[in-house]
């Protein structure tokens, strides 16, 4: 549970205190005070955790030197009783790791240096060896001046002042609470603190009971709990009682809420994917094709030569084989040099070489050679080692991301099988629908094609006579309604050929188109006999 705690208080020279013994104190440093001589050193002061100044943004440069801001704040006041600082003390969750802590303390002084232009001195202690171990707290040590570009100017009358000082305090106050809760709500922490009082809250608070002197009296001359203290320990009891009970009633409707908030989740999480299934649903192939690139993830071994363990181990291989090609040029180079100096020089290089003379200039360059060759040995095996450390990143970064990706994976591969039946689906659609075109067009053409075979028949054309090809391959039903529409006037056909149109769709299918496809498939069967 998280603790509230802001309390302001003074600096002041009437009650014997400095700036700048309060400032090392709290800072845990030695500052030595200009304006009395005196030397304030608590550099062996233990549970500092750390200490910063921190400035308005037009501060001059020398103020960031703690010693100097203070010791300036000193020599500012001349009066003898003078308030030469002021000091905020917050308690800071315990709840919260170290570096959550320092960033609250800091954001809150931050607050404060900006609102009333001081200079502010903010030091964080640890808990106490002996004290409660969740009493991490801060010091913020403020100026009673405002700090501008020339150094101290006004003072702070707003705080100082009996009415503005009460309100301003009230408010920082209620603000470092909403900091605070800022920041354990940022760090998925339930606790919350609140600045009021209980009185404010209206809150009632049991109240403490006392045996008075008689009874205390008794008790220690008899050695045995007197009657009130027994009432005492009754109305303890019953109030333990009460309070366990409420603390389990309380249990169990945080357990009713979390059970709601999570069965609440998971309907909404439910209705979440069944709108994405009906969306996928709803889906062309070419639609979902689109959808599958843009959830596909990126290829493995991309994201692995990107993966920042590989990088490093990459960089220090590359480091190392670059050592190793520099070393080998410089050893060669060295060599030439040295080659070519016994080229020009061949005396010297032979006094050189049997002791008799020294050559430092040959024996320079062959160190060099030497040098850089054992390094270039040296760096060789170290070069294997780091390719393989490369190599075991690469394995690792590479199962991690195979990991990672599975889920994905599988929901491509899901994307795509119903990609793939959509296509399916789509195609034979399609087919059907070209099938129906083509129908309806042979159904348009009945008509005109069995007045084109009447016309033939009437006018005995080639393939038509009695014995012809043509007629002998025309079913009886087909002869007969073409005699009977030819026996029929001119200028009744037209309503004679729309009858035995309607009449052979109305007995199901088209019984005329049919008729026809009959003759035309058995007069092709003929003339392949014929042909054979």
């Known amino acids: 549970m998280a603790?509230?705690?802001?309390?302001?208080?003074?600096?002041?020279?009437?009650?014997?205190r400095s700036a700048t013994a309060a400032a090392a104190y709290r800072a845990?440093?030695?500052i030595t005070d200009k304006r009395t001589g005196e030397i304030h050193d608590y550099r062996r002061k233990g549970g500092v955790e750390s200490a910063a100044v921190i400035l308005p943004d037009n501060a001059p440069d020398w103020a960031h030197d703690r010693a100097q801001l203070w010791n300036a704040a000193e020599q500012a006041e001349k009066r003898k009783n003078s308030t030469v600082a002021r000091e905020f003390e917050i308690a800071l969750p315990a709840e919260l790791s170290p570096a959550e802590r320092e960033l609250l303390a800091h954001d809150f002084t931050r607050e404060l240096v900006a609102r009333h232009g001081v200079a502010a001195d903010v030091a964080i202690h640890a808990p106490g060896k002996e004290g409660d171990n969740r009493n991490h707290h801060a010091h913020i040590l403020l100026t009673t001046r405002r700090l501008g570009p020339d150094g101290f100017g006004e003072k702070t009358r707003e705080l100082d002042d009996q009415k503005t000082g009460k309100v301003l305090?009230?408010?920082?106050?209620?603000?470092?609470?909403?900091?605070?809760?800022?920041?354990?709500?940022?760090?998925g922490l339930d606790a919350r603190v609140d600045h009021r009082s209980h009185a404010e809250r209206d809150l009632d608070a049991a109240p403490s009971q006392h045996l008075g002197p008689t009874a205390t009296a008794i008790e220690r001359r008899t050695g045995q709990r007197s009657r009130k203290g027994q009432h005492h320990d009754q109305d303890a009891?019953?109030?333990?009682?009460?309070?366990?009970?409420?603390?389990?009633?309380?249990?169990?409707?945080?357990?009713?809420?979390?059970?709601i908030h999570e069965l609440t989740g998971e309907i909404h999480q439910a209705k979440r994917e069944q709108a994405e299934r009906e969306r996928i649903e709803r889906m062309s192939a070419a639609e979902l094709a689109a959808e599958i690139e843009r959830q596909r993830p990126p290829r493995a071994l991309d994201l692995v030569e990107r993966d920042q363990a590989v990088l490093k181990a990459e960089g220090e291989r590359q480091a190392l084989q670059n050592q190793h090609t520099e070393a080998g040029s410089a050893s060669a180079r060295a060599r030439d040099q040295a080659q070519a100096w016994r080229e020009a020089h061949k005396v010297q290089a032979w006094l050189h070489d049997k002791g008799i003379g020294h050559a430092?200039?040959?024996?320079?360059?062959?160190?060099q050679r030497d040098a850089q060759r054992t390094e270039w040995q040296r760096l060789g095996p170290r070069i294997l080692d780091a390719e393989q450390r490369a190599s075991s990143a690469r394995d690792t970064a590479h199962l991690r991301i195979q990991a990672e990706q599975a889920p994905a994976l599988a929901k491509v591969a899901e994307l795509e099988k119903l990609r793939q039946a959509k296509a399916r689906q789509e195609l034979e659609q399609k087919q059907r629908q070209d099938a129906e075109k083509r129908a309806e067009r042979e159904r348009q053409k009945v008509p005109e094609d069995f007045a084109a075979m009447a016309r033939k028949r009437e006018m005995k054309a080639c393939g038509w006579s009695d014995r012809g090809e043509q007629w002998k391959a025309a079913p009886e039903n087909l002869r007969g309604l073409i005699d009977s529409y030819n026996a029929a006037p001119k200028e009744a056909r037209a309503v004679i050929l729309a009858r035995i149109v309607e009449n052979g769709r109305s007995r199901g299918g088209d019984k005329l188109r049919d008729l026809m496809a009959e003759q035309r498939e058995k007069y092709r069967e003929n003339d392949r006999g014929m042909s054979r």
């Open 3 to 16: 603790i509230y705690h802001l309390s302001v208080k003074t600096i002041s020279r009437s009650a014997g």
């Open 28 to 30: 845990g440093v030695e």
């Open 169 to 187: 305090v009230t408010e920082w106050r209620e603000r470092f609470a909403q900091l605070q809760n800022e920041r354990l709500r940022e760090a």
């Open 237 to 259: 009891a019953e109030r333990q009682a009460h309070a366990r009970q409420a603390g389990e009633l309380e249990r169990q409707g945080k357990a009713a809420d979390q059970a």
């Open 360 to 367: 430092p200039e040959l024996r320079e360059l062959e160190e």
